[in-house]
């Protein structure tokens, strides 16, 4: 047994100002980095360049959301589609193939996948999002697959015998019922996304991986920190949103 005490459970209250708190750090940040030259020079007396100025942190953030977004989205589509898909009569059959490759998009890390797609669409936001979106598709699938495992039969029997169409037992059942390993698995593919897509900038793609990169490349610690910062804190807003989400679902099933 761990001797550190459990971290209490939010509040919807609590929770709320834990995350508006949290998205307005990141804005301050974000805005506010472009101006802190005095507090990097003096924690970096020896860099003569301390601020990343090279493009504007705040233009890096919203890209790197909206990157983050678009290629999560379409993951959240296509592994709930192919989830519900392998329940159907004819789907059933396709499901062991759309676990291999799901499983296999996941097998290859997403800088292999970017190294395979520059050659096809170029370099910029496009190979960005295949990556994103393939690396994304599997915590959405598993998630909306034990969601949907989870369902007791007699349920589904009862759904049956009082003359519910198929899209009835699967809008007022199944998909209620699944929710929340649905929510998990989105939640864990969007993080994921989040930190994956500083790689992102490898390719030209503009995204808050940029200043990290820029400072790896020119030992400069400074730029480094201020990317990562920003990234973190993104991912904190980010994993808070989705308490909120769960939190909001379990008070509305009581």
Not at 1 to 17: E, I, N, Q, V
Not at 69 to 88: K, Y
């Amino acid at each position: 047994m761990s001797d550190w005490p459990a971290r209490p459970p939010l509040t919807p209250r609590g929770g709320a100002k834990t995350l508006s708190g949290c998205v307005v750090l990141v804005l301050l940040l974000a805005y506010g980095l472009p101006h802190s030259e005095l507090v990097f020079s003096t924690l970096f007396p020896d860099l003569s360049r301390p601020v990343y100025l090279q493009e504007p942190m705040a233009d890096l953030l919203w890209q790197h959301m909206g990157l983050v977004l678009i290629s999560s989205a379409t993951a959240v589509v296509v592994g709930t589609a192919a989830a519900f898909f392998t329940t159907t009569t004819p789907g059933r059959a396709f499901k062991p193939l759309i676990d291999m490759l799901a499983t296999l998009g996941q097998t290859f890390p997403p800088v292999a996948v970017l190294a395979v797609a520059v050659p096809v669409v170029g370099f910029g936001e496009r190979p960005a999002f295949l990556a994103l979106a393939i690396f994304g598709v599997l915590p959405v699938l598993q998630g909306t697959l034990a969601g949907l495992a989870s369902i007791p039969t007699p349920v589904l029997d009862s759904a049956r015998a009082m003359g519910m169409t198929p899209r009835q037992r699967l809008t007022e059942v199944q998909m209620p019922l699944a929710f929340p390993l649905w929510l998990a698995g989105v939640r864990t593919s969007v993080i994921v996304n989040i930190g994956t897509a500083a790689l992102a900038s490898t390719v030209g793609a503009k995204t808050l991986g940029l200043p990290i990169i820029v400072g790896l490349s020119g030992f400069n610690t400074a730029y480094v920190l201020q990317g990562a910062v920003v990234l973190g804190m993104l991912a904190i807003a980010a994993d808070l949103a989705f308490d909120q989400l769960a939190l909001r679902f379990d008070r509305s099933a009581e």
